[in-house]
């Protein structure tokens, strides 16, 4: 009856899909437990390639059945854009295989306004969000006064509700930030039709996990975003407004710990970060535009271009903490290839001072006073993307991994070496 939750390890973006991909092969369920379409990955669906926000990636498993989990925000329009996609690929995505908690809140077209007034009011101070009603979301399902998926089963009395939350955020907009409203009457029609639509798929999730797990059959929860972006345990204010992290995926599911038997972290071999806040290992020199332009690092949400930096441990350590890790995927270490020397930060430290644990006691004012303490380790020139097995990397770059594994304290599962699905080392 094992859970297997997969979690990003940084800011986000650390490629968790390949890693869901590899490891949902063997999952019955694969659900999405926090976020909303603020992420995206790039899936290869028959020779097509996707992006998805919401659905699940598991979705590409013929037997899989994909959860939309209560934690999860959605925004329906594109919850639907993506399932007509994939249904004109031949791709099954009817009631039978995808679900969707009718616990999970829904996203309004005046939500996604006023996160965009919200973020234009603070200026120099903004998040940098994507933009698509996350944090207004979450606050209003905070505050008890959100719309929950269950609603739609009546679209008519739905509708009404729309209407209303339309009104009321409309308030917001004219009187906080002098914003045009939206038309409440063509929203709440627009959602009678997509709650039409979306009303099969509507399910008790935890109960279907519960049945799952009591079944012996393997769930994997997939998660969104990264450790460093969770409302709780991240560098806040410049975070999410859901719970990345591991815990998050039992509260977003609603099941036990004692179901969970692994728990991946998903890091890149460097780091990067979208968005304000402090990166201590941020490049903003020629090897930092060398790797946004060798590893591809620019937003699949919004396009826009990642800080790219150096691996940070204290963050990788961070991560094994509050998520309990027992495997740490290492991704995308072939875009390191030809940087040399390459440098790792080994510890934080200021005026004397110096802490290898990343200081999350510290808010963004005072962390940005400190600097990495680095480690050099020599790089390699040669093509690593063949590699399939340890043996098969360069020397250096296998002491750059045994350097991680071993300043981390959690055993590395899995080294990407390209974008493609076999090009990775697995070690299980
Ligand atoms: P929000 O989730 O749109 O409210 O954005 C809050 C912060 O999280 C911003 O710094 C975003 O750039 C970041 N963020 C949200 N989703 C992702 C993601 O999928 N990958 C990386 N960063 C993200």
Redesign the pocket.
Known sequence: MPAIIVI?AQ???EGKGRVVDGLGQQADLVARYN??D???HTVVAEGHKLQLHLVPSGILHRQATCLIGAGVVVNPMQLLAELDQLAELGIDVGPERVKLSAAAHLILPTHRAL?GAREAARGAAA??????G??PVYADKAARTGLRASLMADPEAFAERVAEATRDHNRLLQEIYHQEPLAAQDVAAKYCDYAKRLRPYLVDGSALVAACLAAGRTMLCEG???TL?DLNHGSYP?????APIAGGALVGLGFGPRAVSQVVGVGKAYTT?????PMLTELLDATGERIREVGGEY????G?P?RCGWLDLPILRYAAQVNGLTGLALTKLDVLTGVDPLRIAVAYGREGKRTERFPAEFGADELAHWQPVYEELPGWAEDIRGARRMEDLPAAAQDYVARVQEAVGVPIILIGVGPEREQAIWSR
Not at 127 to 132: A, E, H, L, S
Not at 273 to 277: E, L, P
């Open positions: 990003g800011w986000g973006d976020g909303g603020n992420a995206g996160d998040i940098g969000t994507t933009r698509r996350i944090g969104a975003q990264g972006l410049f975070v999410t407004s859901s970060r979208v968005g304000g806040g937003g699949t949400t919004t826009r990642r």
